[in-house]
């Protein structure tokens, strides 16, 4: 069973830096698909990106220029790293996997485990 531990998150200061962390485990050694969404406020859940073990990865437009994702496949987990935060980042960020998969998709819905969450909260 696919399971995924989230990490790191926490209170940060406008224009602060955060790292957060997801581990991966129970996947069948096959291509896989790891990627990053949040909830801000009342809004639907986004793509915040993602990125595939083959190494393509995406970031969406607000991330563009701020954030980072990385894998390290050796102990499987992935990266998130966000610079430059603005209160507007802040919300619930959620990892996400997806086991033997060909491609990575923005879609949460293709996305069958899921972290448990963690809180970013950036104050101006």
């Known amino acids: 069973q696919v399971q995924l531990a989230e990490s790191g998150g926490g209170p940060v200061q406008a224009g602060g830096s955060l790292g957060l962390s997801c581990k991966f485990s129970?996947?069948?050694?096959?291509?896989?698909?790891m990627a990053w969404f949040r909830r801000v406020g009342w809004a639907e859940r986004e793509a915040v990106a993602y990125i595939h073990s083959g190494g393509n990865s995406y970031l969406s437009n607000f991330a563009t220029g701020r954030f980072a994702i990385s894998l390290d496949n050796a102990v499987k987990t992935a990266y998130l790293q966000m610079n430059n935060l603005k209160p507007e980042d802040s919300g619930l960020y959620y990892c996400a996997a997806e086991d033997n998969a060909w491609v990575c998709t923005t879609l949460a819905r293709h996305y069958p485990a899921w972290g448990q969450g963690t809180q970013v909260t950036v104050s101006s």
């Open positions: 129970g996947n069948k050694e096959s291509d896989f698909c």
